[in-house]
């Protein structure tokens, strides 16, 4: 009988204990931090599109300075947003002009985004065109009006008759007419013309 106090006051002692831990973790612990939700990346071009404010089909896009057409793009179809001055074109074909002597440049390519306000182009997937003695094909054209640049990406390959250049980017100067290429570069000159040349054929299948 000596012994019940005893065990009674440990089991008090236990259940106060157990009531004390029960009651810091419910109030004390800090609670779990719900799981950050990231957002997907939205590009300009598909916040364009989603709140395109005109759709046209068949449409000529027309671009001057000074009384003097720059450039003129020809599309298939076009979805212009008025808040943002962005257009979004399928199977544009673009005629540029350059220079003092208007030399001129014609692009094709799958779709393509139009920066009238700052005068940007930029043209995506199956990119083909001509420049001169040249022709192009690329990825990935932009052309930014401010320096009269155009930048190629994405498997570029740019052939004149007596050259052949490949590389990963390429940088043309439209006034100048200087072309930097950059990344994984192979070229092939042939003053006889690279398609008499014995290394066209495999250089041709890179």
Same mark, same amino acid.
């Given at each position: 009988?000596?012994?019940? =106090?005893?065990?009674?006051?440990?089991?008090?002692?236990?259940?106060?204990?157990?009531?004390?831990?029960?009651?810091?973790?419910?109030?004390?612990?800090?609670?779990?931090?719900?799981?950050?939700?990231?957002? =997907?990346?939205?590009?300009?071009?598909?916040?364009?599109?989603?709140?395109?404010?005109?759709?046209?089909?068949?449409?000529?896009?027309?671009?001057?300075?000074?009384?003097?057409?720059?450039?003129?793009?020809?599309?298939?179809?076009? *979805?212009?947003?008025?808040?943002?001055?962005?257009?979004?074109?399928?199977?544009?074909?673009?005629?540029?002009?350059?220079?003092?002597?208007?030399?001129?440049?014609?692009? *094709?390519?799958?779709?393509?985004?139009?920066?009238?306000?700052?005068?940007?182009?930029?043209?995506?997937?199956?990119?083909?065109?001509?420049?001169?003695?040249?022709?192009?094909?690329?990825?990935?054209?932009?052309?930014?009006?401010?320096?009269?640049?155009?930048?190629?990406?994405?498997?570029?390959?740019?052939?004149?008759?007596?050259?052949?250049?490949?590389?990963?980017?390429?940088?043309?100067?439209?006034?100048?007419?200087?072309?930097?290429?950059?990344?994984?570069?192979?070229?092939?000159?042939?003053?006889?013309?690279?398609?008499?040349?014995?290394?066209?054929?495999?250089?041709?299948?890179?």
């Amino acid at each position: 009988m000596k012994g019940r =106090p005893a065990l009674v006051l440990l089991l008090i002692f236990a259940s106060g204990l157990a009531l004390g831990i029960a009651v810091k973790a419910y109030f004390f612990s800090t609670p779990p931090r719900p799981a950050k939700q990231v957002r =997907p990346v939205v590009s300009q071009a598909e916040r364009a599109v989603a709140n395109a404010t005109v759709s046209a089909e068949d449409v000529e896009l027309v671009q001057g300075r000074d009384g003097v057409m720059q450039w003129k793009i020809l599309a298939a179809e076009a *979805k212009y947003n008025q808040e943002m001055k962005y257009i979004v074109v399928k199977r544009p074909q673009l005629q540029a002009y350059f220079g003092k002597d208007r030399q001129e440049v014609y692009v *094709k390519a799958a779709t393509g985004e139009v920066d009238q306000q700052n005068d940007n182009l930029m043209l995506h997937d199956e990119v083909k065109g001509r420049f001169g003695p040249f022709t192009l094909d690329a990825g990935q054209l932009d052309y930014v009006g401010a320096i009269e640049k155009v930048y190629l990406k994405g498997g570029v390959a740019v052939k004149r008759p007596d050259m052949l250049v490949k590389a990963m980017a390429v940088e043309i100067d439209l006034v100048s007419r200087q072309m930097i290429a950059a990344g994984g570069v192979t070229a092939l000159l042939a003053p006889e013309g690279i398609e008499e040349s014995p290394f066209y054929e495999a250089q041709n299948k890179e």
